[in-house]
Nanobody, 128 residues
Framework: QVHMGESGGGSVQAGGSLRLSCVHSGMPYNTYYLGWFRQVPGKEREGVAGINSEGSTRYKNSVKDRFTISEDSAKNTFYLEMNNLTPEDTARYYC??????????????????????WGQGTQVTVSS
C-alpha cells in the first residue's frame, strides 16, 4: 500500500516563500508520476506541478515561473518550492502519486483523475 504525507504548509505574507514536502512509502515500482495539487473550498482540485521518475516536469502556467517541483528519491520525498506567493495561491495543497510499469514515461499529467494515491493535504495561506 502506498502512503503519502505532506508537510510544510503555513501562513506567509504575499511575496514570501514556502517549501512543501511529501514523503511517500510503499511505491511498488521504480517508474511513477508524482504531482502537487491544490484546492480552494467550493472549487475543483487543480494540478499545480508534476514530475516523473526520470525527472521531467510540468507546471500550471500561472506558477511555472515561481514554483519548482523536485524529488529526492533517496529520501522517498518530493518537494514543491513556492516563491513570490500571492493570495491567489491560498489553498489546501495535496501530493499525489501514480506508480506503474510504464514502458515510456511521458510528461506528468496535471489531471486529478490520473493519480492513484493521495496525501491528506497541507494548508497554505498567503495574506496580502
Amino acid at each position: 500500500q502506498v502512503h503519502m504525507g505532506e508537510s510544510g504548509g503555513g501562513s506567509v505574507q504575499a511575496g514570501g516563500s514556502l517549501r512543501l514536502s511529501c514523503v511517500h512509502s510503499g511505491m511498488p515500482y521504480n517508474t511513477y508520476y508524482l504531482g502537487w495539487f491544490r484546492q480552494v473550498p467550493g472549487k475543483e482540485r487543480e494540478g499545480v506541478a508534476g514530475i516523473n521518475s526520470e525527472g521531467s516536469t510540468r507546471y500550471k502556467n500561472s506558477v511555472k515561473d515561481r514554483f519548482t517541483i523536485s524529488e529526492d528519491s533517496a529520501k522517498n520525498t518530493f518537494y514543491l518550492e513556492m516563491n513570490n506567493l500571492t493570495p491567489e495561491d491560498t489553498a489546501r495543497y495535496y501530493c499525489a502519486a501514480r506508480p506503474g510499469l510504464f514502458p515510456h514515461l511521458g510528461l506528468p499529467s496535471l489531471q486529478e483523475d490520473w493519480y492513484t494515491y493521495w496525501g491528506q493535504g497541507t494548508q497554505v495561506t498567503v495574506s496580502s
